[in-house]
C-alpha cells in the first residue's frame, strides 16, 4: 500500500513539474491528489503501532509534503508558478528517497503523550522554513534575473518572469519566516523539556542541539534586524540561507550520518 502512494506521488508530482503554465487548471487540479498520495505514504511509513519511524528521508519528504502545500494554498493568492518549477521536482526526489531510506523506529512506550506533538512542531517548523530557503533561492534568481545585461532564454528564466514583484515576494518571505521561528522556538522549548525527561539534563549538547540554536540565533538576528534596522535585499536573504543550511545539518545531515554512514538508528 505504501508503495503504491509513493510511486503515484512521484509520478504525478513529476507531471506537475513538466506542465507548461498555460495547463493551469490541470496543475491545480493534480497538485492536490499528488499531495494526498504524498502525505498517505508518510501515514503509512511513519505511523506505526506503539511507535513512530523517523529518519533523515522522512524528515525531508514531510518537509516537502507541507512545501506543496503551502504552494497550493498561496498559489491562489500570487502567481507562483515560478516556485511550481522548484518544489515539484523536489517534492518528486524525496518521495523516492523515502522509498529507499525508511528510517528506524522509536518506540512510545514509556514516553510523555506530549513526545509525538514535539516531533509534530518540529517537522512544522522545519518545513515552513524549506519554503522560506526556496524563497529565497528564487528571490536570488529573480534579482540576478532584473540586474543581468542580456535576456535570456530558457525554462528557468521563463517562471522567474512569472514570479510577483520582489517587494511582494519579499512581504511572503518574511511572513513565512516569523511563523516559522514561532515553531522554532517552540520545538527548541519542548526539547529542552524531552532532553531533561530523557537525558537527565537540560540540554544535551550535541550536534543537533548545537545546529539548532545556532540556527534559531541567525533567524532571531535576521527578525530583529528587520524590525530594527530594515535589513532587506541581500542581507535578508544571506541569514535566510544560513539559517536553513545549519536547520538542514541539524535534523537532515544528523540523520543522514548516522543512516547511511554510520549504519545506527536513532538516537
Same mark, same amino acid.
Given at each position: 500500500?505504501?508503495?503504491?502512494?509513493?510511486?503515484?506521488?512521484?509520478? !504525478?508530482? =513529476?507531471?506537475?513539474?513538466?506542465?507548461?503554465?498555460?495547463?493551469?487548471?490541470?496543475?491545480?487540479?493534480?497538485?492536490?491528489?499528488?499531495?494526498?498520495?504524498?502525505?498517505?505514504?508518510?501515514?503509512? &511509513?511513519?505511523?506505526?503501532?506503539?511507535?513512530?519511524?523517523?529518519?533523515?528521508?522522512?524528515?525531508?519528504?514531510?518537509?516537502?509534503?507541507?512545501?506543496?502545500?503551502?504552494?497550493?494554498? $498561496?498559489?491562489?493568492?500570487?502567481?507562483? &508558478?515560478?516556485?511550481?518549477?522548484?518544489?515539484?521536482?523536489?517534492?518528486?526526489?524525496?518521495?523516492?528517497?523515502?522509498?529507499?531510506?525508511?528510517?528506524?523506529?522509536?518506540?512510545? $512506550?514509556?514516553?510523555?503523550?506530549?513526545?509525538?506533538?514535539?516531533?509534530?512542531?518540529?517537522?512544522?517548523?522545519?518545513?515552513?522554513?524549506?519554503?522560506?530557503?526556496?524563497?529565497?533561492?528564487?528571490?536570488?534568481?529573480? $534579482?540576478?534575473?532584473?540586474?543581468?545585461?542580456?535576456?535570456?532564454?530558457?525554462?528557468?528564466?521563463?517562471?522567474? &518572469?512569472?514570479?510577483?514583484?520582489? !517587494?511582494?515576494?519579499?512581504?511572503?518571505?518574511?511572513?513565512?519566516?516569523?511563523?516559522? @521561528?514561532?515553531?522554532?522556538?517552540?520545538?527548541?522549548?519542548?526539547?529542552?523539556?524531552?532532553?531533561? $525527561? !530523557?537525558?537527565?539534563?537540560?540540554?544535551?549538547? &550535541?550536534?543537533?542541539?548545537? @545546529?539548532?540554536?545556532?540556527?534559531?540565533? !541567525?533567524?532571531?538576528?535576521?527578525?530583529?534586524?528587520?524590525?530594527?534596522?530594515?535589513?532587506?535585499?541581500?542581507?535578508?536573504?544571506? @541569514?535566510?540561507?544560513?539559517?536553513?543550511?545549519?536547520? =538542514?545539518?541539524?535534523?537532515?545531515?544528523?540523520?543522514?550520518?548516522?543512516?547511511?554512514?554510520?549504519?545506527?538508528?536513532?538516537?
Amino acid at each position: 500500500m505504501q508503495t503504491n502512494f509513493l510511486i503515484a506521488a512521484a509520478l !504525478l508530482y =513529476l507531471v506537475c513539474a513538466v506542465l507548461p503554465p498555460a495547463k493551469a487548471r490541470l496543475i491545480a487540479a493534480i497538485t492536490p491528489v499528488a499531495w494526498a498520495a504524498h502525505g498517505a505514504a508518510l501515514w503509512f &511509513d511513519v505511523m506505526v503501532p506503539g511507535s513512530l519511524r523517523l529518519g533523515f528521508a522522512a524528515m525531508l519528504s514531510s518537509a516537502l509534503w507541507i512545501s506543496v502545500g503551502a504552494y497550493w494554498i $498561496e498559489n491562489r493568492n500570487y502567481p507562483l &508558478d515560478g516556485l511550481r518549477r522548484m518544489v515539484m521536482p523536489s517534492a518528486a526526489a524525496v518521495v523516492v528517497l523515502q522509498g529507499i531510506f525508511p528510517g528506524a523506529l522509536i518506540a512510545l $512506550e514509556g514516553r510523555s503523550p506530549l513526545f509525538g506533538w514535539h516531533i509534530a512542531v518540529a517537522t512544522l517548523a522545519y518545513s515552513t522554513l524549506t519554503i522560506a530557503a526556496f524563497h529565497a533561492v528564487l528571490m536570488a534568481l529573480q $534579482e540576478s534575473r532584473l540586474h543581468a545585461r542580456s535576456v535570456r532564454a530558457g525554462f528557468l528564466w521563463a517562471a522567474l &518572469d512569472q514570479l510577483p514583484a520582489l !517587494l511582494t515576494m519579499e512581504k511572503l518571505l518574511f511572513r513565512l519566516i516569523g511563523f516559522g @521561528f514561532a515553531l522554532l522556538s517552540l520545538t527548541v522549548l519542548s526539547g529542552i523539556f524531552f532532553s531533561e $525527561e !530523557l537525558f537527565g539534563q537540560a540540554l544535551k549538547w &550535541d550536534h543537533k542541539s548545537v @545546529f539548532t540554536l545556532l540556527s534559531w540565533l !541567525l533567524f532571531a538576528a535576521l527578525l530583529a534586524g528587520r524590525h530594527f534596522r530594515g535589513w532587506r535585499g541581500k542581507t535578508a536573504l544571506s @541569514f535566510t540561507l544560513a539559517g536553513f543550511a545549519t536547520l =538542514l545539518l541539524a535534523y537532515v545531515g544528523t540523520r543522514f550520518v548516522l543512516e547511511v554512514v554510520l549504519h545506527r538508528g536513532f538516537a
